[in-house]
C-alpha cells in the first residue's frame, strides 16, 4: 500500500500497486465504488502511487505510469489530466495536495512540482533551474498552517 485518504462520507480509500481498494467504514469491509470501479476497470492492475479528496470531494490519483488522473465527484468520471495538453505530463506522480486558494500541486519523478490554477484549468510546471528546487524528483508536498506550500 502506497497511501490512504478518507471520503467526505468515510470511507477510506487505499493506493496499491494492483489499483486501488476501498474500505467501507459502515459495513467494515472492502468494496468497490461502481463508477469509480467501472472508470478504473480499464486501468486494473494499474500502480496508483498516491490519493488526494479535494475540498469538492473530488478523487485525485497519482499513478506510476499514466500520470494523474482526477474522478469528478459530480459528474462521477474519471478524467486523465494533461490528455491533450501540449507538452508531455509527467507520468510518476508522487504527492497531491491543495491549496486554499483551489489549486491543485503535485510532484512527480524526474518532472518536478506541477500547478493546477483551480480557476482557469490551465497548470504551470516548476523545475530547480529557475525556481530554486533542488531536484526534479519532488517526493511530498506540504501546505502549512500560514498556507505556504513546501
Request: aromatic share 10%; charged share 25%; no cysteine.
Given at each position: 500500500?502506497y497511501?490512504l485518504?478518507?471520503?467526505?462520507?468515510?470511507?477510506i480509500?487505499?493506493?496499491?500497486?494492483?489499483?486501488?481498494?476501498?474500505?467501507?467504514?459502515?459495513?467494515?469491509?472492502?468494496?468497490?465504488?461502481?463508477?469509480?470501479?467501472?472508470?478504473?476497470?480499464?486501468?486494473?492492475?494499474?500502480a496508483?502511487?498516491?490519493?488526494?479528496?479535494?475540498?469538492?470531494?473530488?478523487v485525485?490519483?497519482?499513478?506510476?505510469a499514466?500520470?494523474?488522473?482526477?474522478?469528478?465527484?459530480?459528474?462521477?468520471n474519471?478524467?486523465?489530466?494533461?490528455?491533450?495538453?501540449?507538452g508531455?505530463?509527467?507520468?510518476?506522480i508522487?504527492?497531491?495536495?491543495?491549496?486554499?486558494?483551489?489549486?491543485?500541486?503535485?510532484s512527480?519523478?524526474?518532472?518536478?512540482?506541477?500547478?493546477?490554477d483551480?480557476r482557469?484549468?490551465?497548470?504551470?510546471?516548476?523545475?530547480?533551474?529557475?525556481?530554486?528546487?533542488?531536484?526534479?524528483?519532488?517526493?511530498?508536498?506540504?501546505?502549512?498552517?500560514?498556507?505556504?506550500?513546501?
Amino acid at each position: 500500500m502506497y497511501a490512504l485518504a478518507q471520503r467526505k462520507k468515510g470511507n477510506i480509500l487505499l493506493a496499491t500497486h494492483q489499483g486501488l481498494r476501498v474500505f467501507n467504514v459502515k459495513g467494515s469491509d472492502f468494496h468497490h465504488y461502481h463508477n469509480l470501479q467501472k472508470a478504473l476497470n480499464k486501468l486494473d492492475k494499474l500502480a496508483i502511487t498516491t490519493i488526494f479528496i479535494d475540498d469538492q470531494d473530488n478523487v485525485w490519483l497519482g499513478t506510476r505510469a499514466k500520470g494523474l488522473l482526477k474522478f469528478d465527484a459530480l459528474s462521477q468520471n474519471l478524467h486523465p489530466w494533461g490528455a491533450g495538453r501540449q507538452g508531455a505530463a509527467p507520468q510518476h506522480i508522487k504527492h497531491i495536495a491543495q491549496t486554499p486558494d483551489g489549486d491543485i500541486w503535485f510532484s512527480s519523478e524526474n518532472a518536478g512540482l506541477t500547478r493546477i490554477d483551480a480557476r482557469s484549468g490551465s497548470a504551470k510546471r516548476y523545475f530547480h533551474e529557475k525556481n530554486a528546487l533542488g531536484r526534479y524528483d519532488i517526493r511530498a508536498i506540504l501546505v502549512d498552517k500560514q498556507k505556504r506550500l513546501w
